[in-house]
């Protein structure tokens, strides 16, 4: 299984970036964490395999909107308005579970990660 994610880069605050990730098999559901400088990773977002059900993590609602492709087994993540506190890496998963609001643990499948920096 492989999950490729491209789109990250250096932006300055209030700015947008969209992240996309590319799967190699059909995932029930799929999402986004991220990890902080210094902190855990963390949820994002996660959507089901049809796109009705939509989960984000409060410090993202209203911000940041995840989309999905099953024709093209891909996954994105637009990010509006960015702050200098989502700098840090974006990593796409994938899981057999339903899409909701996950602990690190759940997903089986990662991505290697896109760097996000936002400058202030």
């Known amino acids: 299984v492989k999950l490729v994610e491209s789109g990250g880069g250096l932006v300055q605050a209030g700015a947008s970036l969209r992240l996309s990730c590319a799967a190699d098999?059909?995932?029930?559901?799929m999402g986004w964490f991220r990890q902080i400088p210094g902190k855990e990773r963390e949820f994002v977002a996660s959507?089901?395999?049809?796109?009705?059900?939509?989960f984000y993590a409060d410090y993202v609602k209203g911000r940041f909107t995840i989309s999905r492709n099953n024709d093209k087994i891909s996954v994105y993540l637009q990010m509006d308005d960015l702050k200098p506190e989502d700098t840090g890496s974006y990593y796409c998963?994938?899981?057999?579970?339903?899409?909701?609001?996950?602990?690190?643990?759940?997903?089986?499948?990662w991505g290697q990660g896109a760097q996000v920096t936002v400058s202030s």
């Open positions: 098999d059909h995932f029930y559901a």
């Open positions: 998963v994938a899981t057999a579970m339903p899409a909701g609001v996950w602990a690190p643990g759940l997903p089986e499948y």
């Open positions: 959507i089901s395999w049809r796109g009705d059900s939509r």
